[in-house]
């Protein structure tokens, strides 16, 4: 019986550990030594685990670039005070993260800061050197 259960567990386990989403470091996937300070309209806000994704309009040197920017998950924002409202599209953000390894627009958020000069720490999975 003990070995039915185990075997059991393992079988289950393995089915799941090809649908779960692999989560990575930050220094895998973001390049702490390119900080970004970003400005832009919000296009979309993806609530989501493990992390949330905000979608911005960039606009440099004529030419618009939508940036994938991700913070913390949906639990982490909100016991951070964020509020699901917060981001509705055509909200004017200043974001500071870090770019991508790969160099597409892609960003981990630090902060954002809202046009009345409102920030919220956006849960950054580089959390130990951006709260010290």
């Given at each position: 019986?003990?070995?039915?259960?185990?075997?059991?567990?393992?079988?289950?386990?393995?089915?799941?550990?090809?649908?779960?989403?692999?989560?990575?470091?930050?220094?895998?996937?973001?390049?702490?030594?390119?900080?970004?300070?970003?400005v832009g309209k919000?296009?979309?806000?993806?609530?989501?685990?493990?992390?949330?994704?905000?979608?911005?309009?960039?606009?440099?040197?004529?030419?618009?670039?939508?940036?994938?920017?991700?913070?913390?998950?949906?639990?982490?924002?909100?016991?951070?005070?964020?509020?699901?409202?917060?981001?509705?599209?055509?909200?004017?953000?200043?974001?500071?993260?870090?770019?991508?390894?790969?160099?597409?627009?892609?960003?981990?958020?630090?902060?954002?800061?809202?046009?009345?000069?409102?920030?919220?720490?956006?849960?950054?999975?580089?959390?130990?050197?951006?709260?010290?």
């Amino acid at each position: 019986m003990r070995m039915r259960s185990w075997v059991a567990m393992l079988a289950m386990g393995l089915s799941l550990g090809g649908t779960l989403p692999a989560h990575h470091s930050f220094t895998a996937e973001f390049d702490d030594k390119k900080p970004v300070k970003l400005v832009g309209k919000v296009t979309e806000m993806k609530w989501s685990n493990p992390h949330s994704w905000i979608y911005i309009d960039v606009e440099t040197n004529g030419k618009t670039v939508n940036w994938a920017l991700e913070t913390g998950a949906a639990n982490a924002l909100t016991r951070r005070g964020w509020k699901k409202g917060d981001l509705p599209a055509g909200t004017v953000l200043t974001v500071d993260g870090w770019q991508a390894r790969n160099g597409s627009p892609t960003a981990n958020v630090g902060t954002v800061t809202f046009g009345d000069g409102r920030k919220l720490f956006a849960g950054s999975s580089k959390e130990s050197s951006t709260t010290k």
